[in-house]
């Protein structure tokens, strides 16, 4: 197994079988996503029982709340697809295009995820985009570091509900209602520890962070629009790009991610497993993600 770190972000990883990772190899993989934040395997050849498989030797695989995600055959995979399946709809079309970290609306936030480009649309650089929220906390302006020290941020994902058949002649209060009720939001500190490294990470993101906790309105709004714009700086925006045999793996505590846009009509599909990894999100957060069926 060869691993090798990126310029800007994460590492490539090549001469690895994934059918057949020792424990060895996959506390080293472990270990390297927790360090390079991210990792891109290349070569490889999984189907979906395997890739479930491989999936489950770093933790336990979740299955999404939200059941029309979910792959037929394996609950745990994640399909974002805008192909028919043997002639019918499965999965969720054009996922992920707003920044955020998996399940970050959630009190127990996900914090491995795996995907896999399963078409891969042409016409275009298709890839998922990631920020180093580490690095990113490292270079932020002293004044709006100290602006958001200590506070905590409300994480919900409404405005992102995907509206289903079975919506049709509802109100948009109550598609709000009903989501609310399943996900009804939560509140995360705005700077997070890393269990298993010495470092800290900003953790908001455009996508799921509506507003600091306690604080005035206008003032909440004014700075997470300046902590946005500073996160979402072209320079620190790194681009890992989707092509047959690749697999990417991150660590949610440490980037955060959006699906690069693609040509209207392009065919695409790919393949998400979230792992919980038996280790607390950040200090002090209890593991249930272990316990789901
Ligand atoms: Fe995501």
Redesign the pocket.
């Given at each position: 197994m060869k691993i090798a770190a990126r310029p800007n972000l994460g590492a490539d990883v090549t001469d690895v079988d994934l059918h057949r990772l020792s424990p060895t190899d996959v506390a080293r993989l472990k270990e390297a996503v927790y360090d390079h934040k991210l990792l891109v395997f290349h070569g490889v050849d999984l189907d979906d029982a395997d890739y479930v498989a491989m999936a489950r030797k770093f933790g336990v695989p979740q299955r999404y709340f939200q059941s029309h995600y979910h792959h037929p055959r394996h609950p745990e995979i994640f399909v974002s697809n805008n192909v028919p399946m043997d002639g019918a709809k499965v999965g969720v079309a054009g996922?992920?295009r707003m920044w955020?970290?998996?399940y970050q609306f959630f009190p127990e936030p996900l914090p491995l995820?795996f995907?896999m480009p399963k078409i891969v649309p042409s016409g275009g650089a298709r890839g998922?985009l990631f920020v180093d929220m580490v690095a990113a906390l490292r270079d932020l302006p002293p004044h709006l570091r100290e602006a958001i020290a200590g506070t905590r941020c409300f994480q919900d994902a409404v405005y992102y509900y995907k509206v289903q058949p079975h919506d049709v002649d509802k109100g948009i209060a109550e598609l709000m209602e009903e989501f609310h009720r399943e996900a009804p939001g939560c509140l995360h500190p705005t700077i997070i520890d890393h269990p298993l490294r010495e470092r800290q990470a900003v953790y908001v993101s455009s996508g799921f962070t509506l507003r600091i906790d306690g604080m005035p309105h206008e003032r909440s709004q004014a700075l997470l629009r300046e902590l946005f714009a500073f996160l979402e700086q072209p320079e620190r925006v790194h681009q890992a790009t989707w092509a047959p045999g690749v697999l990417m793996l991150w660590d949610n505590r440490q980037v955060m991610?959006?699906?690069t846009g693609q040509l209207h009509g392009q065919p695409s599909r790919s393949y998400?497993i979230g792992v919980y990894d038996g280790t607390p999100f950040y200090p002090g957060l209890p593991v249930t993600g272990e316990k789901q069926p």
């Open positions: 996922t992920g955020h970290s998996d995820t995907v998922t991610h959006r699906a998400r």
